[in-house]
């Protein structure tokens, strides 16, 4: 088992719909979350962290976390083709330092204008 | 004001050659962290650096593989005697002076190796 899990899509969503990422982890342990958004042949950039059960919300990005259930997932409200590009869930565990994230292999998510 | 800067973007060798990759950092950032995604994987961490200094290598394979961060020019990522299994994209990130979580990682677009 990985330790985060994310589908790899592509999910494909119309122009102005809300796109739905989600992630699982399997360390308990974790506690730290992080989304990062990748364009091809780019960099990864950081784009929401989240530490604690809920919603967060940024702009059109909305975090969820339920450490119960070991999910993390992000929404993207109002999705705009710019928004096409793969999107890593990442993970910091406990015991780790906080330089040291373990990544998913990403959903790649793509709007259709 | 330039990025972290990774060169060469795309490298091929073929087995048993070496690898030398670059990187660096922000301007103001003294700390390096160089993580490997292999292909349909997600990236992991290989190895942090301050200057002159190995900080946590606790990600890098035991052999073939050493990194450093001189005192001055870019940190290198080295691989030596490359296999297949060395083909990955190899991303390099640096965070400021004293500043070393998630949040304050910037990275770079990452260097393609390719074993043929």
């Known amino acids: 088992q990985k330790e985060v899990e994310q589908n790899s899509g592509p999910l494909s969503v119309p122009e102005g719909a809300i796109a739905s990422l989600n992630c699982t982890y399997s360390?308990?342990?974790?506690?730290?979350f992080f989304w990062y958004r990748q364009y091809s042949g780019k960099s990864p950039e950081l784009i929401m962290s989240i530490y604690s059960n809920g919603d967060k919300e940024d702009g059109r990005f909305t975090a969820q976390l339920n450490k119960a259930s070991q999910y993390v997932s992000l929404l993207i409200r109002d999705s705009q083709p710019s928004d096409s590009a793969t999107y890593l869930c990442?993970?910091?565990?406990?015991?780790?330092?906080?330089?040291?994230?373990?990544f998913g292999s990403g959903t790649r998510l793509l709007v259709r204008p | 004001n330039a990025g972290v800067m990774q060169n060469p973007r795309h490298l091929v060798r073929r087995r048993g050659q070496e690898a030398r990759l670059r990187c660096s950092p922000m301007k103001g950032h003294s700390h390096v962290y160089w993580y490997r995604q292999l292909p349909e994987e997600g990236l992991k961490f290989m190895v942090y650096?301050?200057?002159?200094?190995?900080?946590?290598e606790s990600g890098m394979p035991k052999e073939r593989f050493s990194a450093e961060f001189p005192k001055e020019g870019p940190s290198i990522l080295r691989i030596q005697q490359v296999v297949r299994g060395d083909s990955a994209a190899y991303f390099c990130a640096s965070s400021p002076v004293g500043m070393a979580g998630a949040n304050v990682l910037t990275f770079g677009a990452g260097s393609r190796l390719t074993v043929l």
């Open positions: 360390d308990r342990g974790s506690q730290s």
């Open positions: 990442a993970v910091k565990r406990d015991e780790d330092s906080s330089y040291k994230l373990i």
């Open positions: 650096l301050q200057k002159e200094n190995i900080i946590d």
